[in-house]
């Protein structure tokens, strides 16, 4: 597999522009061995090259499947990432395709140049695009090419573009509702912090399962950094849990510090949106196995290629594998006792 | 002295580490983050009467939770408040009560720190006592935090709001979720037991209740020179109910505590070393509160209130080498009240509250008489009404610029009105670096014993004084807080205050003695702190510098020119054995009558262990650990000028949770 690690500042430093390749794409020596400047003067050669051997080779090979070249697009570099992306290739590792990858990584302020500069010269049969940023670049300059967003909070985006389906953050209510009813099955009036810019289904869903069974969940809506001071003013200091569900890109570190302490002086547990809010002191969160959002998205990616479907005739999917994150010296803290039978399923109990 | 250079010689090194770790920040983690949260929450409700961060409150402030009362083994608020920079802690062997920054007469017993519990007053309505020993109204086991914030704040709370004011939070239910009990075993035959309760329920109802019985035989030999030696005559008795009840937006509290404190050191009029010389208090209020927040911003807090304070004493003295006679005291003062605030924001940048106090003090009984043959010296009956109104608007500058300004406006029955304000200019020229300019006035009013306590005529003649006007106090302060790194914190906190109008007793050469307007007190000084955490590690290390001078007095009495105070907690395994460390110096003081007492370090050594079986801690505490034999000035009237303290003793206790 080669990798390619495209930083658009860099590109317009180094008048790399001339290649017209991918440009400043940057092979990971650990990955490939190649040096840096042999591989960027180089792939435009090579690329051209590598079309040339395909098409003579390709009559030859007719009864071997053609090499299907991937883009991976990252919004940026990390763990969550690379698991996302482990899991997507070794899913596609075990089906009949040839994949080839090449992965660009966005530069802060590289938009969807960068994007554009090197789909000029490579034509991949699939994008798969990582967090929302790059999901964002994909669906406003690709129109032609089939894109998989995976780690995006709002699929409903996704929806809007003909050649776009993927896999979602949010996890769905009954999921949701499991995991608190597990945790905190005595909470009866529960405070739900949602964004509203992701509409009110969620809300919506979570209510309706609260109303059945007597539970009272009070609306928080939190669109901006700047509305959780008074939201929490607002807060009934009587409330059983403060539970975040969604809106992750609302909450600064500063934002989610003052939940917390909203939450320890009021001993009101705060129910976070990932396993970081948990180390932080959150008392549970509903994380993501990162490698099986991969798997789910290779899914995708086999109905497109393999199966022909079109991405618009693929909704896009929540995740269906969740990681229970659990801090059980929080729940010391605020006098709770977590239910032995359910400690097995929590993917990680913080002590 | 040289525990003192030990000390700073530390400071000093707790400060250049924590200039080297500036220099090569850490990057902020999780985790760290969740330590932080459980060992101090940094924001503050008493300053302004909001929740609001520290940074942002017009003063400065120190916060203790429960688990540092726990590490630290604390036994008495008095002690806990003696801790921190600028406090001093003194124990008569009657009351304890402590002085602020440089103001700690002997005979002052708390009367110019207001104390609060959950926001209700504690000071009491007779002679604005507020029991901060073995007399608070509220076991420390049951205290959540306390938050102590300097400076004058009668813009907000009226009289008593001088130097301090101390709100102690209780528990409430969520914060046990169940039984807990507790037993103490201490040196002096020292025993205590305590029972508590507390529930959140599912229907949202929370309550907590709690009984403490205590009892110390007190120290079998207390030497006092000059006097003579104390035979077991050192016995306090304690008991105390304590419960709060909150149902959606109510919150009703109630307290009582009652103590009989022998007294060795006799008083005024006894005999030194007679036995059955006692004092007796009992303090009780009842608190119903509301609060909610409406649409639009709009907070509303109203409180009604009931109190009640009762004080009696035997004072045997002899008349005869074969008859004594039993003098007693019978004090009574009983007051209810309400309380209405209201705030909103306008504008996005100014918050504007509102409030209002009333108090009717509708007994305030004082009578003095020997019992056997019965003759009455003194009845004193009054009721008295306080009415106070008030303002603060907190205005949101520039994003890290803001001022805050305020002024509450109240009216005595007795003698009239008086409006104090206070201003705060609080800016934060770069992330992490907090500077406050502060300007308040304060007052204490006349209480009823100075006012109108009239006894003895024919003896030791006591006259009130009607035309007594309150005493006021006028701070200029500069507060910095600056975060070194994310470990260290440092406090930098000049001020001076100047005093009018004290109130305090004279004695004229025909022997009346009356409370007057005497002259003023100023003082001037500068506080020190740092405090560090890491991880389950934490610790505060101050230097307070303080002079000053008190009208009547040629030099302020139980006032060190320095202080160094040192708190480190640190786990010793895992999380079930920690260690707390106190140390404290003091240096020389003077006395009542111009005396000086040395100075003196003392150490205290607390070992907390948990986590061993579900629900059971054991608590054990040294105190005194290098047996370090100092004196604390007295207060008049006790007869000594000096008052030996605790050598080395120890508390255990165990408590147990289900």
Same mark, same amino acid.
């Given at each position: 597999?080669?990798?390619?690690?495209?930083?658009?500042?860099?590109?317009?430093?180094?008048?790399?522009?001339?290649?017209?390749?991918?440009?400043?794409?940057?092979?990971?020596?650990?990955?490939?061995?190649?040096?840096?400047?042999?591989?960027?003067?180089?792939?435009?050669?090579?690329?051209?090259?590598?079309?040339?051997?395909?098409?003579?080779?390709?009559?030859?090979?007719?009864?071997?499947?053609?090499?299907?070249?991937?883009?991976?697009?990252?919004?940026?570099?990390?763990?969550?990432?690379?698991?996302?992306?482990?899991?997507?290739?070794?899913?596609?590792?075990?089906?009949?395709?040839?994949?080839?990858?090449?992965?660009?990584?966005?530069?802060?302020?590289?938009?969807?140049?960068?994007?554009?500069?090197?789909?000029?010269?490579?034509?991949?049969?699939?994008?798969?695009?990582?967090?929302?940023?790059?999901?964002?670049?994909?669906?406003?300059?690709?129109?032609?090419?089939?894109?998989?967003?995976?780690?995006?909070?709002?699929?409903?985006?996704?929806?809007?573009?003909?050649?776009?389906?993927?896999?979602?953050?949010?996890?769905?209510?009954?999921?949701?509702?499991?995991?608190?009813?597990?945790?905190?099955?005595?909470?009866?009036?529960?405070?739900?912090?949602?964004?509203?810019?992701?509409?009110?289904?969620?809300?919506?869903?979570?209510?309706?399962?609260?109303?059945?069974?007597?539970?009272?969940?009070?609306?928080?809506?939190?669109?901006?950094?700047?509305?959780?001071?008074?939201?929490?003013?607002?807060?009934?200091?009587?409330?059983?849990?403060?539970?975040?569900?969604?809106?992750?890109?609302?909450?600064?570190?500063?934002?989610?510090?003052?939940?917390?302490?909203?939450?320890?002086?009021?001993?009101?547990?705060?129910?976070?949106?990932?396993?970081?809010?948990?180390?932080?002191?959150?008392?549970?969160?509903?994380?993501?196995?990162?490698?099986?959002?991969?798997?789910?998205?290779?899914?995708?990616?086999?109905?497109?290629?393999?199966?022909?479907?079109?991405?618009?005739?693929?909704?896009?999917?929540?995740?269906?594998?969740?990681?229970?994150?659990?801090?059980?010296?929080?729940?010391?803290?605020?006098?709770?006792?977590?239910?032995?039978?359910?400690?097995?399923?929590?993917?990680?109990?913080?002590? | 002295?040289?525990?003192?250079?030990?000390?700073?010689?530390?400071?000093?090194?707790?400060?250049?580490?924590?200039?080297?770790?500036?220099?090569?920040?850490?990057?902020?983690?999780?985790?760290?983050?969740?330590?932080?949260?459980?060992?101090?929450?940094?924001?503050?409700?008493?300053?302004?009467?909001?929740?609001?961060?520290?940074?942002?409150?017009?003063?400065?402030?120190?916060?203790?939770?429960?688990?540092?009362?726990?590490?630290?083994?604390?036994?008495?608020?008095?002690?806990?408040?003696?801790?921190?920079?600028?406090?001093?802690?003194?124990?008569? /062997?009657?009351?304890?009560?402590? #002085? !602020? =920054?440089?103001? +700690?007469?002997?005979?002052? %017993?708390? *009367?110019?720190?207001?104390? &609060?519990?959950?926001?209700?007053?504690?000071?009491?309505?007779?002679?604005?006592?507020?029991?901060?020993?073995?007399?608070?109204?509220?076991?420390?086991?049951?205290?959540?935090?306390?938050?102590?914030?300097?400076?004058?704040?009668?813009?907000?709370?009226?009289?008593?709001?001088?130097?301090?004011?101390?709100?102690?939070?209780?528990? /409430?239910?969520?914060?046990?979720? #169940? !039984? =807990?009990?507790? +037993?103490?075993?201490?040196? %002096?035959? *020292?025993?205590?037991?305590? &029972?508590?309760?507390?529930?959140?329920?599912?229907?949202?109802?929370?309550?907590?209740?709690?009984?403490?019985?205590?009892?110390?035989?007190?120290?079998?030999?207390?030497?006092?020179?000059?006097?003579?030696?104390?035979?077991?005559?050192?016995?306090?008795?304690?008991?105390?109910?304590?419960?709060?009840?909150?149902?959606?937006?109510?919150?009703?509290?109630?307290?009582?505590?009652? =103590?009989?404190?022998?007294?060795?050191?006799?008083?005024?009029?006894?005999?030194?070393?007679?036995?059955?010389?006692?004092?007796?208090?009992?303090?009780?209020?009842?608190?119903?509160?509301?609060?909610?927040?409406?649409?639009?911003?709009?907070?509303?807090?109203?409180?009604?209130?009931?109190?009640?304070?009762?004080?009696?004493?035997?004072?045997?003295?002899?008349?005869?080498?074969?008859?004594?006679?039993?003098?007693?005291?019978?004090?009574?003062?009983?007051?209810?009240?309400?309380?209405?605030?209201?705030?909103?924001?306008?504008?996005?940048?100014?918050?504007?509250?509102?409030?209002?106090?009333?108090?009717?003090?509708?007994?305030?009984?004082?009578?003095?008489?020997?019992?056997?043959?019965?003759?009455?010296?003194?009845?004193?009956?009054?009721?008295?009404?306080?009415?106070?109104?008030?303002?603060?608007?907190?205005?949101?500058?520039?994003?890290?610029?803001?001022?805050?300004?305020?002024?509450?406006?109240?009216?005595?029955?007795?003698?009239?009105?008086?409006?104090?304000?206070?201003?705060?200019?609080?800016?934060?020229?770069?992330?992490?670096?907090?500077?406050?300019?502060?300007?308040?006035?304060?007052?204490?009013?006349?209480?009823?014993?100075?006012?109108?306590?009239?006894?003895?005529?024919?003896?030791?003649?006591?006259?009130?004084?009607?035309?007594?006007?309150?005493?006021?106090?006028?701070?200029?302060?500069?507060?910095?807080?600056?975060?070194?790194?994310?470990?260290?914190?440092?406090?930098?906190?000049?001020?001076?205050?100047?005093?009018?109008?004290?109130?305090?007793?004279?004695?004229?050469?025909?022997?009346?003695?009356?409370?007057?307007?005497?002259?003023?007190?100023?003082?001037?000084?500068?506080?020190?702190?740092?405090?560090?955490?890491?991880?389950?590690?934490?610790?505060?290390?101050?230097?307070?510098?303080?002079?000053?001078?008190?009208?009547?007095?040629?030099?302020?009495?139980?006032?060190?020119?320095?202080?160094?105070?040192?708190?480190?907690?640190?786990?010793?395994?895992?999380?079930?054995?920690?260690?707390?460390?106190?140390?404290?110096?003091?240096?020389?003081?003077?006395?009542?009558?111009?005396?000086?007492?040395?100075?003196?370090?003392?150490?205290?050594?607390?070992?907390?262990?948990?986590?061993?079986?579900?629900?059971?801690?054991?608590?054990?505490?040294?105190?005194?650990?290098?047996?370090?034999?100092?004196?604390?000035?007295?207060?008049?009237?006790?007869?000594?000028?000096?008052?030996?303290?605790?050598?080395?003793?120890?508390?255990?206790?165990?408590?147990?949770?289900?």
């Amino acid at each position: 597999m080669r990798q390619f690690n495209l930083r658009y500042a860099a590109l317009k430093r180094n008048e790399y522009n001339t290649l017209r390749c991918v440009c400043a794409m940057t092979a990971r020596p650990q990955r490939t061995g190649s040096h840096y400047l042999a591989e960027v003067i180089s792939c435009s050669f090579l690329s051209r090259l590598g079309w040339l051997l395909a098409s003579l080779t390709i009559p030859a090979l007719a009864s071997v499947s053609a090499a299907t070249d991937i883009l991976i697009l990252q919004s940026h570099e990390g763990q969550p990432y690379q698991m996302a992306v482990t899991g997507f290739e070794s899913s596609l590792a075990n089906t009949k395709l040839d994949a080839t990858y090449q992965t660009l990584t966005l530069s802060n302020n590289s938009g969807g140049d960068a994007l554009i500069q090197l789909l000029k010269n490579y034509h991949p049969k699939l994008i798969m695009t990582l967090g929302t940023p790059a999901t964002h670049v994909s669906l406003a300059q690709v129109k032609a090419i089939p894109i998989v967003a995976n780690l995006v909070l709002d699929t409903d985006k996704l929806r809007e573009n003909t050649n776009a389906t993927g896999v979602g953050l949010n996890f769905i209510a009954s999921q949701h509702w499991l995991w608190l009813r597990r945790i905190l099955p005595d909470a009866r009036h529960i405070a739900v912090l949602y964004d509203p810019g992701q509409g009110t289904t969620l809300f919506k869903a979570l209510q309706k399962q609260a109303q059945s069974e007597g539970i009272e969940l009070i609306q928080a809506p939190v669109t901006h950094v700047d509305d959780l001071p008074s939201l929490m003013e607002d807060l009934s200091p009587q409330l059983d849990a403060l539970w975040a569900v969604n809106g992750a890109s609302a909450y600064s570190a500063a934002a989610v510090r003052e939940l917390l302490l909203y939450s320890f002086r009021n001993r009101v547990p705060l129910i976070g949106l990932s396993g970081q809010w948990v180390k932080a002191g959150a008392l549970y969160a509903l994380d993501w196995d990162y490698d099986d959002l991969g798997a789910q998205a290779a899914e995708l990616a086999k109905a497109i290629l393999i199966k022909g479907i079109a991405p618009a005739s693929l909704p896009p999917l929540s995740p269906r594998k969740v990681r229970a994150v659990l801090n059980m010296k929080t729940a010391e803290h605020m006098k709770l006792q977590i239910a032995e039978r359910w400690l097995p399923e929590i993917a990680e109990v913080l002590q | 002295m040289s525990i003192y250079r030990i000390l700073v010689a530390i400071s000093y090194c707790f400060c250049l580490s924590a200039q080297a770790e500036d220099t090569t920040p850490l990057p902020a983690k999780a985790t760290d983050e969740q330590d932080l949260l459980f060992s101090e929450l940094p924001s503050v409700f008493t300053a302004s009467r909001h929740e609001q961060p520290v940074t942002k409150a017009p003063a400065s402030i120190d916060i203790i939770n429960s688990e540092q009362i726990k590490r630290y083994g604390w036994r008495t608020v008095s002690a806990m408040l003696g801790s921190l920079p600028g406090f001093i802690s003194t124990y008569d /062997r009657a009351y304890h009560h402590n #002085g !602020v =920054r440089g103001f +700690a007469p002997p005979g002052d %017993y708390n *009367t110019r720190i207001l104390v &609060l519990i959950d926001g209700h007053r504690v000071n009491e309505s007779l002679q604005d006592y507020a029991g901060l020993g073995q007399d608070f109204l509220v076991d420390m086991e049951n205290i959540e935090r306390v938050e102590v914030v300097r400076g004058p704040a009668s813009s907000l709370y009226g009289s008593s709001a001088l130097f301090a004011v101390v709100n102690v939070i209780t528990q /409430r239910g969520r914060d046990l979720q #169940g !039984v =807990r009990t507790s +037993a103490d075993l201490a040196s %002096y035959g *020292t025993h205590r037991g305590q &029972l508590s309760y507390g529930k959140k329920f599912a229907n949202g109802l929370e309550t907590f209740l709690s009984a403490s019985h205590y009892h110390s035989d007190g120290r079998e030999n207390l030497n006092f020179p000059g006097l003579g030696t104390a035979h077991n005559l050192d016995e306090d008795e304690v008991q105390r109910v304590h419960g709060k009840l909150t149902w959606e937006d109510f919150t009703f509290s109630g307290s009582w505590m009652s =103590r009989k404190k022998y007294l060795p050191t006799g008083t005024t009029g006894t005999t030194f070393g007679e036995p059955n010389v006692y004092y007796h208090d009992r303090r009780a209020y009842a608190d119903l509160n509301y609060q909610h927040h409406f649409e639009g911003d709009w907070a509303v807090t109203g409180r009604a209130f009931w109190d009640s304070y009762e004080f009696d004493d035997d004072l045997p003295y002899q008349l005869s080498a074969s008859q004594t006679i039993v003098n007693e005291d019978r004090w009574q003062g009983q007051w209810f009240g309400g309380e209405l605030l209201l705030s909103h924001t306008f504008f996005d940048a100014h918050r504007l509250t509102l409030g209002s106090e009333f108090r009717h003090n509708y007994q305030e009984l004082m009578t003095n008489q020997d019992v056997n043959p019965s003759y009455v010296y003194a009845n004193n009956n009054q009721s008295t009404s306080i009415v106070g109104v008030y303002v603060q608007d907190e205005w949101t500058i520039l994003d890290n610029l803001s001022l805050q300004a305020g002024g509450r406006y109240d009216h005595y029955d007795n003698f009239g009105g008086t409006f104090n304000p206070r201003l705060g200019l609080i800016y934060e020229p770069r992330d992490g670096t907090t500077l406050k300019l502060l300007y308040g006035t304060a007052f204490r009013a006349p209480n009823a014993f100075e006012t109108a306590y009239t006894c003895c005529i024919a003896s030791t003649p006591w006259i009130g004084n009607s035309s007594l006007r309150p005493e006021h106090i006028e701070t200029y302060e500069i507060v910095w807080e600056q975060r070194l790194n994310q470990y260290f914190d440092l406090r930098v906190s000049p001020y001076y205050n100047r005093l009018t109008d004290l109130i305090s007793l004279r004695i004229a050469d025909t022997g009346v003695r009356q409370f007057q307007n005497q002259g003023n007190a100023e003082a001037h000084g500068l506080e020190t702190q740092l405090k560090g955490h890491y991880e389950n590690i934490e610790g505060r290390l101050s230097h307070t510098y303080q002079e000053s001078r008190i009208g009547g007095y040629a030099t302020s009495p139980n006032a060190p020119l320095h202080m160094i105070k040192l708190n480190l907690s640190a786990p010793l395994w895992q999380d079930k054995l920690f260690a707390g460390l106190e140390v404290q110096y003091v240096s020389s003081r003077a006395t009542t009558i111009g005396n000086r007492v040395s100075n003196y370090s003392i150490t205290n050594l607390t070992l907390l262990s948990r986590h061993w079986l579900p629900g059971l801690e054991l608590t054990g505490g040294l105190y005194n650990l290098f047996d370090e034999h100092y004196v604390d000035p007295a207060s008049p009237p006790l007869s000594p000028d000096v008052i030996s303290q605790d050598g080395r003793n120890f508390r255990v206790r165990m408590s147990y949770e289900f």
